[in-house]
Each structure stands twice: as C-alpha cells, then as structure tokens.
C-alpha cells in the first residue's frame, strides 16, 4: 500500500518536474484565466473550462477579456497549442493537475452558495484519472475541502484520496489592477490532505510562480487563513467609515485625519472610507466565516458589526446627498445624479459586488433621474438588468446634472473640469484631492 501511494505521488511529481503534467483549470474568470496563463507560459499544456460559451469561443481565438492578462501572451499561448477551452467537462480525465477557481457568492440571506464548487466537483468525479490532484483555489468557509470536495470525489468515483488521487486547497490571491503584485509573483498557500497532497500541490505552484509558497498543516488552516486576510481588510475599512461618520459630525476631515495618522512609521496601516465595500471577496468572505462559526455556536460580533457599518454606507451616501441637494431647494425625487465611476475600485472594469451598483439602486428608490459614467465600463449587467452608461463627460452632461456623486476614483477622469462645470460635487473617495477650488465639493 505504502509502495503504491509512493508510486502515484513520484510519478505525479515527475510529470510537474518535467512539466509533462496537463493542467485543467476550471473557472476561467478573474482567478482562473490569469492561473491557466501562467501555467501555460511556464510550459504547461492547460485547458480552461467554462460554463460560459462566449468566454470560451473568446480564448480559443486568442481574445483577452481580462484586465491583468496580457492580451499578446494569450494570443501566442493559444496560437503554440499551449493554451484551449473547452465546454466540456469530459477534457478532466486528461487532466494530471485539476484547479477550481469558480464563484463562491452569497445567497439573499448573505448565507455562503457552493452550488459553483459542488457542481464542479461532481463533475471531475465523473471524469478524473488516477494519479491527479484537485486544487480549490475558490474562497470559501474552513472545512470545505474536507467535508464537501473529499466525499463527492470518492464517493462518486473509484478513487481513494491519499491513495489513488490527492486533494488539497490553495486559496486564490488576486488584486484585480495592482501594478505590483499580479498571479505570478504573489506568495502562495498552500494546505494538503496529508503531506504528500500539500508537497505536491506546492511543487506545481513553487514549477509556475516567482514567489515563496507557505506550507500549511491542514486546509481548513489554508482556508481559515483566506477568511482572516480578508476579515482583517473589512473591519479596518468599517473603522474608517465609522471614523468618516464621526468626523463629518464633528466638522473634522477624515482624509486629512489618515494621512496625518499614516506618518506614524509603527503600529498604524492607513485604510480609507468609502460608499461601500467591492469585490468578490471583502464584502463576502467574513460572511463565510459568521456562518461557519454558529455551527460550533459562536458569533462573530466585531466581524457582524462591521458588515452593518459597511453595508450601510451605500444608504448613507444618499442620505448625505439628500443632505446636500436640500440645500439647492432639490428634493432626491426628481433629481438628476450623475454618478462618476460604477467599478468597484479605480482603473479596472471589474464591478462585482460594487457599492456604487447599490448607490444607484438607492437613488432610483427615491424617484432620482440616475446616469453615471465609468471610461472602464460601458454597460453594467445588475439584478437581471442591464444599465448604459454615458460614454463621454461632457461639460453638458455635468451642467445637467443636480448632484455629481463620486464613488470610484478613476485616475484617468478630468477632475478639473468635472469642479468647474457641475453645481456640486460629494466626493466619497477624496478623489478631487489635488483640486485646488473646493467652493462646490463636498467630502465624505
């Protein structure tokens, strides 16, 4: 017995030293398409999987759609044979190395929907081969790896974990449009059923990335760890934003109150206010953890306490702008609110959970007449609906409206311009900064 799983295991390590290992990523969005290119770049032969045909059809002619891909590498990858797609699931059992990267959301109830990683991992059940490890990469509360992926792939293949296949969970650390930090050079972690899963899944990971790989004792110490970089993020955002609710009351501004505070060089990271929390993982990924902890009867009450404080802030902001309109001798109802920016952070496309999306859906509860403009995204798709955005800011389209509400601060907007031509402006990200006429500009 012991021969044989040490056999599986060499002969697995052997195709990753060797970079024969054919590598299936599963999920080709934000996490999976940048993964499968560099996987593809170092040698590999890999194959993404999506349930979405045109992100398929898109690869395979060599067509980019995410941000930190470069659209040329794509292209060569695919052209050398190096880099395919597929929307069928049956490509698994080629498959030596196996990463799910697919969406872990929240249902209405903010309660955590693993139906994405159930559903593929029932699949590669069907279809996975001897010797091949699965990898979650997707976000997702402690004990997931081992209490959901591990009994769908033995109990609905032929295969004993340890034994003919290994599993293990790296969690996805992606930071869509740093300039800095990208797939290849973030460090990695990695947590195994049992040691030889996590050496191998860290060989793979140690064969693809520049960067050191943190050898976890278990998943569920990989997956807690995911939660805490995260929880760590949206309690110290929430401070901000409750300081920002505080120092409007006192006249006080909270820019100027964090970068004085940021000067200390020890004991102080500076996080900013803002109308809300984006992206697939901060808003979600403590709510992940809330759940998991009332199995074992414990709540989570700083972690709960600062999702309300965040999720407020899209409300807040239009209760300040009713605030402000007031006194214009302008109702919300009636009014017309250009937003400015609807990407959940500055100089990328993506909009996954975006504050703005709620700001908007706030404004149009009160009868506000809402357009936005966003040079990164031309059109949004929204709770089943889709919303254009004006596709140039034009002085007229600032001179028309009532209330100009900033909520993603894109650098490549003409600030300048957007002060001297609209009414008034509620900046929420301090991004008119550098503006040195203030007269009509109203901060968070």
């Not at 191998?200 to 569920?220: C, G, N, Q, T, W």
Request: glycine share 6%.
């Amino acid at each position: 017995m012991i021969n044989q799983e040490k056999s599986v295991k060499n002969d697995l390590m052997t195709k990753i030293q060797s970079k024969t290992a054919i590598v299936a990523v599963i999920g080709l969005g934000y996490v999976g398409l940048p993964l499968a290119v560099e996987k593809a770049k170092t040698g590999f032969k890999t194959i993404g999987f999506d349930v979405q045909a045109q992100k398929v059809e898109s690869i395979n002619n060599g067509i980019n759609y995410i941000g930190d891909v470069v659209d040329a590498e794509l292209a060569d990858l695919v052209k050398a044979g190096t880099l395919s797609a597929t929307t069928d699931f049956s490509f698994v059992s080629q498959a030596d190395f196996i990463a799910i990267c697919v969406p872990t959301p929240l249902d209405k109830y903010k309660q955590p929907d693993i139906s994405y990683v159930k559903k593929s991992t029932e699949e590669i059940a069907k279809h996975m081969k001897k010797g091949c490890i699965v990898v979650l990469e997707s976000t997702t509360y402690p004990g997931t790896t081992e209490e959901l992926l591990l009994p769908i792939l033995e109990n609905n293949s032929d295969l004993t974990c340890g034994k003919d296949f290994f599993l293990a969970f790296s969690p996805e650390r992606v930071d869509p449009g740093n300039l800095i930090y990208k797939t290849k050079n973030t460090p990695k972690v990695v947590g195994g059923v049992g040691k030889e899963a996590t050496e191998i899944a860290a060989a793979m990971y140690e064969s693809v990335l520049e960067s050191d790989i943190f050898k976890a004792s278990s998943p569920r110490v990989a997956e807690m760890e995911k939660i805490l970089e995260n929880t760590y993020r949206n309690i110290n955002i929430a401070l901000a934003n409750e300081m920002a609710l505080i120092c409007h009351k006192m006249g006080i501004n909270v820019w100027e109150v964090i970068d004085a505070a940021k000067t200390k060089p020890y004991g102080f990271q500076a996080f900013y206010p803002g109308p809300g929390l984006g992206g697939h993982c901060i808003p979600l990924d403590p709510y992940y953890l809330s759940w998991k902890a009332r199995e074992y009867d414990f709540h989570t009450k700083l972690i709960e306490t600062s999702g309300i404080i965040n999720d407020h802030m899209p409300e807040y902001v239009v209760e300040r702008s009713s605030k402000i309109l007031n006194r214009y001798q302008k109702p919300l109802n009636g009014s017309k609110i250009l937003i400015l920016g609807v990407a959940y952070k500055q100089d990328i496309n993506d909009y996954r959970e975006s504050p703005a999306l709620t700001v908007i859906h706030h404004f149009e509860k009160q009868g506000s007449q809402v357009s936005y403009y966003d040079p990164h995204v031309e059109e949004y798709f929204h709770d089943g609906q889709e919303k254009k955005g004006i596709t140039d800011l034009t002085v007229e389209a600032l001179q028309e409206a009532d209330l100009v509400v900033i909520t993603t601060a894109h650098s490549s907007v003409d600030y300048q311009k957007v002060q001297k031509h609209a009414t008034v402006i509620f900046d929420t990200k301090n991004a008119m900064k550098k503006v040195a006429d203030r007269e009509n500009i109203e901060l968070l």
